[in-house]
């Protein structure tokens, strides 16, 4: 469950980029979010640790829906999402072996957020209910009390440049957390197609 939590949070940020699209620049043009790539810190904070659990890894989406996310350490993990396949691979001995069996229930909820925020439907989703604050924090509360049971809420925080987020924490309880910070993120680039293909 862990790992579909993350999507979650990643697909959370993806939303938004994909609501900027409506955003202007500052000559004027629309702003297209075609792809984000960038790397990233997760915090994982619980109640029993003196110190958070540190991660790093990297993401990469391109339109309409495929995304890249990968754990660099501690365990060199990828997660592959290219039109409804989505694919799990952990490293073991210098080479991928793909893992099966990841829950299909678990499956069709991420399968079906990420279709809603993907379209830009953020405050729109059967999951979520959704609050844009003033200070352009997006705060996104589960609607099923079962899910609320493990995410009581997730808050996106923007950066000053448009399309791009500067953290996203997800809260599964009073004293856990788990919080995403992103840096070197790059917009619209060129990207091979086998990033979401290959581990």
């Given amino acids: 469950m862990r790992h579909f939590i993350i999507v979650f949070l990643l ?23 075609e792809s984000v790539q960038a790397e990233f810190i997760q915090e994982k904070h619980l109640p029993i640790l003196a110190r958070p659990i540190l991660s790093k890894g990297t993401f990469v ?11 660099l350490t501690p365990i060199h993990s990828v997660l592959l999402m ?13 080479q991928f072996v793909e893992e099966r069996g990841m829950g299909v ?10 279709t809603g925020w993907l379209d830009g439907h953020i405050t729109d989703t059967p999951t979520f209910q959704a609050t844009v604050q003033e200070d352009g924090i997006i705060i996104l509360i589960p609607k099923e009390p079962a899910l609320g049971k493990i995410i009581s809420r997730i808050e996106l925080r923007l950066t000053d440049q ?12 009073a004293d856990s957390l788990t919080k995403l910070i992103f840096s070197h993120a790059a917009l ?3 990207i091979s197609a086998a990033t979401f293909t290959q581990p």
């Fill in 11 to 33: 697909c959370a940020a993806l939303g938004f980029f994909k609501q900027t699209q409506a955003m202007e620049k500052s000559d004027g043009s629309a702003l297209r979010v």
């Fill in 61 to 71: 989406f391109q339109a309409p829906g495929s995304l890249r996310w990968e754990y």
């Fill in 82 to 94: 290219h039109g409804d396949r989505i694919r799990k691979f952990i490293r073991h001995n210098d």
């Fill in 105 to 114: 229930d678990s499956m069709q909820i991420v399968l079906r957020e990420i």
């Fill in 162 to 173: 448009s399309g791009l987020m500067e953290s996203v924490t997800l809260y599964e309880g």
């Fill in 188 to 190: 619209n680039e060129k």
